[in-house]
Nanobody, 119 residues
Framework: QVQLVESGGGLVQLGGSLRLSCAVS????????MGWYRQAPGKTRELVAS???????NYADSVKGRCTVSSDNDKNTLCLEMNSLKPEDAAIYYC?????????????WGQGTQVTVSS
């Protein structure tokens, strides 16, 4: 059973910073691309940032320049650091990973962690 567990969400002040972590556990061959998505009330889930197993990163335009995604391939962990938080950053943040089991790849999701931006 593969599990993704996020941590680090909560209440963040407007203009402040946050750090989210995600740990992948279970039995699998390897982890390919990992990423963070978010979903605000009434909106569709959107990509925030992703990182491939080779370290290539991709960011949403809305977070470029104030967000860093990183991973530890040995520990199968993912981290998201974001600063200069805006009201529109408030959402549930989900960790996702492409997991290889046998000769197939599956996409797994964490349960989500709430980020609230306060003024």
């Amino acid at each position: 059973q593969v599990q993704l567990v996020e941590s680090g969400g909560g209440l963040v002040q407007l203009g402040g910073s946050l750090r989210l972590s995600c740990a992948v556990s279970g039995s699998f061959l390897k982890v390919n691309t990992m990423g963070w998505y978010r979903q605000a009330p009434g909106k569709t889930r959107e990509l925030v940032a992703s990182i491939s197993s080779s370290g290539r990163t991709n960011y949403a335009d809305s977070v470029k320049g104030r967000c860093t995604v990183s991973s530890d391939n040995d520990k199968n962990t993912l981290c998201l650091e974001m600063n200069s938080l805006k009201p529109e950053d408030a959402a549930i943040y989900y960790c996702t990973a492409e997991i290889v089991i046998g000769n197939l790849q599956y996409q797994y999701w964490g349960q989500g962690t709430q980020v609230t931006v306060s003024s």
